[in-house]
């Protein structure tokens, strides 16, 4: 399972209600056993994207910077990455030696070594720092790569891909599995194998020989069962259909919604009336929501609103709000909707096929 919390999303700037663009990824393990699976140890986690002011969002969370395992950084423009200085030299100043991987486009590296070197910073920490660009070659692929990022058992794979906008950008789709062993235990019990030691080693994969003689495979007595869980979550894009491939067997996207469809149309008609060259390049609710509604996905969340739009959800006020964008997304999707808040949270379930939102994170105390 993967629990969600967003920490930033405003477009460009942040407001009073919403800060720029964080969104905090949980690898939750369902198969631990009670205070296990509660424990902060066993509860890693990824960062995608780091606007300016994440780590004092974070402050309002019970995340700890000393399991975040990853960051993905979608692109270069600053409301996505501004907070990635502080939150590392915060890291380091927590005490944090863990090394933290780092996906990024190869502008991130440049802009870490410009700090690090013009405020004398120190990371007591490894960086394993993966460029984006790199990983796309390396792979012989332009329109996708994946890799690998395990942790704690739990199988983790981040795929990349390149979406639209004014600076390369890139969505990233997560994948959990987590496999489970159960024991048939009363099979054993009809073949009169009582419960021993030699039950254990069968649920751990291994083939036993009885104290009769007999020979046991793992095989015949364990049920292996696999929970696999997957998100896409993409950076600034005026073209969905970029991630028509990322979907396959996804069970939730996030996705900016920078605008309701009106004001995207006015957007282009001013960019063309006054022959500009600048085009921010991002979505409408409605036209993500299309998008969606055609690749037969069950569960959206928009997110990266506009300051223009308030936090209230009036569609009937004639000051933009929620309300709006949530109409506009309507118009077009018929699945699961959600408009993404600051501190907002939602759980995704693979073997269902089911989002929850859980309401507001609960705040340190």
């Given at each position: 399972m993967l629990k969600l919390t967003f920490l930033g999303t405003s477009a460009?700037?942040?407001?009073?209600?919403?800060?720029?663009?964080?969104?905090a990824v949980e690898c939750l393990n369902p198969y631990l056993s009670g205070s296990k699976q509660h424990s902060k140890k066993?509860?890693?986690?990824?960062?995608?994207?780091?606007?300016?002011?994440?780590?004092?969002?974070?402050?309002?969370?019970?995340?700890s910077l000393h399991r975040l395992s990853a960051i993905c950084i979608t692109h270069v423009h600053g409301d996505h990455c501004y907070g990635l200085p502080g939150l590392l030299a915060s890291a380091a100043m927590s005490g944090r030696t863990a090394p933290l991987t780092l996906i990024a486009p190869k502008a991130i590296a440049k802009l870490l070594d410009t700090i690090t070197l013009t405020t004398e910073l120190y990371f007591p920490f490894a960086i394993n720092f993966m460029a984006i660009e790199d990983l796309l070659s390396q792979q012989g692929k332009e329109n996708s790569?994946?890799?690998?990022?395990?942790?704690?058992?739990?199988?983790?794979?981040?795929d990349i891909h390149p979406l639209s906008h004014r600076v390369p950008c890139y969505g990233f789709g997560i994948t959990q599995s987590i496999s489970r062993r159960t024991l048939n235990t009363d099979k054993l019990l009809a073949e009169g194998i009582p419960a021993s030691a030699l039950w254990g080693r069968l649920q751990q994969g291994e083939d036993v020989i009885t104290e009769d003689g007999r020979s046991l495979r793992a095989t015949d007595y364990v049920n292996s069962e696999v929970?696999?869980?997957?998100?896409?979550?993409?950076?600034?894009?005026?073209?969905?259909?970029?991630?028509?491939?990322?979907?396959?067997?996804?069970?939730?996207?996030?996705?900016?919604?920078t605008y309701t469809?009106?004001?995207?149309?006015?957007?282009?008609?001013?960019?063309?009336?006054?022959?500009?060259?600048?085009?921010?390049?991002?979505?409408?609710?409605?036209q993500v929501g299309r998008f969606a509604q055609d690749s037969g996905l069950q569960n959206l969340i928009l997110t990266h609103f506009s300051a223009r739009y308030q936090s209230f959800d009036n569609p009937e006020s004639e000051t933009p709000n929620m309300g709006h964008i949530r109409l506009d997304a309507a118009s077009t999707y018929k699945g699961n909707l959600w408009l993404a808040a600051d501190f907002e949270q939602y759980?995704?379930?693979?073997?269902?096929?089911?989002?929850?939102?859980?309401?507001?994170?609960?705040?340190?105390s």
């Open positions: 460009g700037v942040p407001t009073k209600q919403r800060n720029v663009t964080a969104l066993s509860r890693p986690w990824l960062l995608i994207d780091c606007g300016e002011g994440t780590q004092q969002q974070l402050l309002h969370t019970k995340l790569a994946k890799l690998d990022v395990s942790i704690d058992k739990q199988a983790l794979t981040i929970l696999r869980t997957r998100v896409v979550v993409a950076g600034d894009n005026d073209t969905p259909a970029c991630l028509s491939a990322a979907l396959t067997d996804t069970h939730l996207l996030v996705h900016e919604a469809a009106d004001v995207l149309a006015k957007v282009q008609a001013k960019i063309q009336a006054s022959h500009s060259d600048y085009d921010p390049m991002h979505s409408s609710a409605a759980l995704v379930k693979g073997t269902d096929n089911q989002v929850t939102s859980l309401g507001l994170a609960h705040h340190k």
